[in-house]
Nanobody, 120 residues
C-alpha cells in the first residue's frame, strides 16, 4: 500500500491561490484530489493519469490545475481564484491501474487531508 502525505493547505482570502502537494511512497498511475466538507460526500476535484491526461469537476475548471512529477512521485494541485465554496478538507488519492471515473470508490490509497479555508 503506497503512503500519501499532503502539504500546502491553509487559509486564504477569496481570489487568492494555494498549491497542495502530495508525496507518494511509490508510483501510482492514476492520482487524484478529492475534497470533503462536514456532512457531505467526498467529491472528486481532479485526476491525472500518467503524465498529462487530466479531468476536472466542472466547478474548478479553469481555476485549478493538477500536475505531477513522476521522477519524484509528487502530485500537485494548483488552486487559483479560490472561492469560499472551495473550503474543505482536501485529500490526495492514488490507484495503481488506469484512471476510472472521478469517484472516491475507485481509489485505494489516501492521504490524511489538509484543510483549505477560503474567506470572503
Amino acid at each position: 500500500q503506497v503512503q500519501l502525505v499532503e502539504s500546502g493547505g491553509g487559509s486564504v482570502q477569496a481570489g487568492g491561490s494555494l498549491r497542495l502537494s502530495c508525496a507518494a511512497s511509490g508510483y501510482r498511475r492514476c492520482m487524484g484530489w478529492f475534497r470533503q466538507t462536514p456532512g457531505k460526500e467526498r467529491e472528486g476535484v481532479a485526476q491525472i493519469e500518467g503524465g498529462d491526461s487530466t479531468i476536472y469537476v466542472d466547478s474548478v475548471k479553469g481555476r485549478f490545475a493538477i500536475s505531477r512529477d513522476n521522477v519524484k512521485d509528487l502530485v500537485y494541485l494548483q488552486m487559483n481564484s479560490l472561492k469560499p465554496e472551495d473550503t474543505a478538507m482536501y485529500y490526495c488519492a492514488g490507484r495503481s491501474g488506469v484512471c476510472a471515473a472521478l469517484w472516491s470508490g475507485s481509489y485505494t490509497s489516501w492521504g490524511q487531508g489538509p484543510q483549505v479555508t477560503v474567506s470572503s
